[in-house]
């Protein structure tokens, strides 16, 4: 019977090592976001106007097209930080405005910031360039926008 015990109190042993690293891992994790979350607020929104240029590099690299932003601004309502550009102007290969977009606003949550994205998008009064080719298609440079044979699409 005394062999059971000590087996059975050698197992409680490890399974409560094991159980307080679990604990110390997940509180671990937890102040690693709540660091994060704070450096956001504490240093990147109040900031934000500053690091225009390099927001523009990233955009302008993702999108394949060269921009310009007018203006950046960030706000915290609550937990829940909005990052706001004003005049945001694609151009077209030739150097000529293709499409603006006067405000975008986008609003981060940790879910969204986990997934690399944003929780909300909002682009308000967006404003295409489009040309009429020979051959009676519309385009823009950032979009095919319409083909007259057959009716509308978009493709990139």
Known sequence: ??????????????????????????LGAWLVLIMIWAGIHLLIVPRIADYRPQIESWL?????????????????LGLIPSIELNGVHLFD?????????????????????????FAQLYIQGLQLQV??????????????????????FLSR
């Open 1 to 26: 019977m005394a062999v059971l015990a000590n087996g059975s109190n050698a197992r409680l042993k490890t399974l409560l090592m094991l159980s307080r690293w679990a604990v110390r891992l997940v």
């Open 131 to 152: 040309r009429r080719a020979a051959d009676g298609r519309a385009y823009g440079d950032c979009v095919n926008a319409f083909d007259t044979h057959s009716g509308l």
């Open 60 to 76: 302008s690299s993702s999108l394949g097209m060269p921009l310009r932003i007018d203006a950046v601004s960030a706000q915290t």
């Open 93 to 117: 290969r030739q150097g000529r405005e293709a499409l603006l977009l006067p405000r975008v606003q986008a609003s981060i949550t940790p879910q969204s910031l986990w997934s690399l994205g």
